[in-house]
């Protein structure tokens, strides 16, 4: 009923939003095409393109009346600065309404209101689910081409600057970590309602992995699992992919980013230098 396709965008609560585009700046380079306050969602939040990804650091606007009661001030009381979502761009957003309603998956629009006939979903340009329904929040988007602003959708776009000019040597690709309580559970969601296509893990943890749209890879961890730290459930991280990791590193040293080794080699960088998100960098997998 619905294909999901290139990732829209990873949200990101964070504390102040100048210090998170700056930090950005910083490591990635973004293309920033998107900076404003939606008083409808209670936030102020910039858009960054970075090689063909997006990411969303979103900071809650305190000083607007009746902040409290909005589902992304409610989230960061809850859990503090981490990743909120993953969103992706389907081709058929009435088709994923469809296909999550028959599965009894909860969906909201932006204002925290109950998504719940075709006649709303087709006045809205993105739903959410509710993470107890789908492992871990997800939203799904609308992409009209003509109409977005955003510039990957665009004949002129290229990404070949992170690829071949920056340090980091992005290939476009993303592995994105999410801590769930049933894995088995979780990976039939993955499968069964968006499509994904299990890969290989590196990992030794019982983890499961799934192709998902064009450019994520989703591993489905448990959330007990001790690499996880006690950290819940929800999205854990997001781990970018890189041509060549040896020179990745040396570009972190460079920036003097404090980082760790993971388990399966990756680099990470934890949440007290990465804005409240655990953000690592793992060597590109081979294309089957």
């Given at each position: 009923?619905?294909?999901?396709?290139?990732?829209?965008?990873?949200?990101?609560?964070?504390?102040?939003?100048d210090?998170?585009?700056?930090?950005?700046?910083?490591?990635?380079?973004?293309?920033?095409?998107?900076?404003?306050?939606?008083?409808e969602?209670?936030?102020?939040?910039?858009?960054?393109?970075?090689?063909?990804?997006?990411?969303?650091p979103?900071?809650?606007?305190?000083?607007l009346?009746?902040?409290?009661?909005?589902?992304?001030?409610?989230?960061?009381?809850?859990?503090?600065?981490?990743?909120?979502?993953?969103?992706?761009?389907?081709?058929?957003?009435?088709?994923?309404?469809?296909?999550?309603?028959?599965?009894?998956?909860?969906?909201?629009?932006?204002?925290?209101?109950?998504?719940?006939?075709?006649?709303?979903?087709?006045?809205?340009?993105?739903?959410?689910?509710?993470?107890?329904?789908?492992?871990?929040?997800?939203?799904?988007?609308?992409?009209?081409?003509?109409?977005?602003?955003?510039?990957r959708?665009?004949?002129?776009?290229s990404?070949?600057?992170?690829?071949?000019?920056?340090?980091?040597?992005?290939?476009g690709?993303?592995t994105?970590?999410?801590?769930?309580?049933?894995?088995?559970?979780a990976?039939?969601?993955?499968?069964?309602?968006?499509?994904?296509?299990?890969?290989?893990?590196?990992?030794?943890?019982?983890?499961?992995?799934?192709?998902?749209?064009?450019?994520?890879?989703?591993?489905?961890?448990?959330?007990?699992?001790?690499?996880?730290?006690?950290?819940?459930?929800?999205?854990?991280?997001?781990?970018?992919?890189?041509?060549?990791?040896?020179?990745?590193?040396?570009?972190l040293?460079?920036?003097?980013?404090?980082?760790?080794?993971?388990?399966?080699?990756?680099?990470?960088?934890?949440?007290?230098?990465?804005?409240?998100?655990?953000?690592?960098?793992?060597?590109?997998?081979?294309?089957?």
């Amino acid at each position: 009923m619905f294909k999901v396709g290139k990732l829209f965008h990873m949200t990101q609560v964070v504390e102040n939003l100048d210090a998170a585009d700056l930090w950005y700046n910083r490591l990635f380079s973004p293309c920033r095409f998107y900076r404003a306050l939606m008083p409808e969602a209670f936030r102020d939040a910039s858009l960054l393109a970075i090689s063909d990804l997006v990411i969303e650091p979103v900071e809650i606007a305190t000083n607007l009346p009746g902040v409290e009661r909005s589902p992304l001030a409610r989230f960061k009381a809850r859990y503090g600065n981490r990743l909120h979502s993953v969103a992706w761009y389907v081709d058929n957003l009435e088709g994923a309404f469809e296909a999550c309603r028959e599965r009894g998956v909860r969906m909201t629009d932006v204002t925290g209101r109950s998504v719940e006939d075709l006649d709303h979903v087709g006045q809205i340009k993105y739903f959410w689910t509710h993470p107890a329904d789908t492992h871990g929040m997800v939203e799904f988007a609308r992409l009209k081409p003509e109409y977005t602003i955003d510039p990957r959708a665009q004949p002129f776009w290229s990404s070949a600057y992170w690829r071949d000019e920056h340090p980091l040597g992005l290939t476009g690709q993303m592995t994105i970590v999410t801590a769930v309580r049933d894995v088995a559970a979780a990976s039939e969601t993955y499968q069964g309602l968006m499509g994904g296509v299990e890969v290989p893990t590196a990992w030794s943890d019982g983890r499961r992995a799934f192709q998902v749209g064009d450019d994520t890879i989703v591993e489905l961890v448990a959330s007990n699992s001790p690499e996880l730290g006690g950290f819940g459930d929800g999205v854990f991280g997001m781990a970018f992919h890189v041509a060549d990791l040896a020179a990745a590193e040396i570009f972190l040293k460079e920036l003097a980013l404090p980082y760790r080794r993971g388990a399966n080699g990756s680099l990470i960088v934890d949440p007290e230098h990465a804005l409240g998100a655990t953000v690592g960098f793992e060597q590109a997998r081979e294309k089957a």
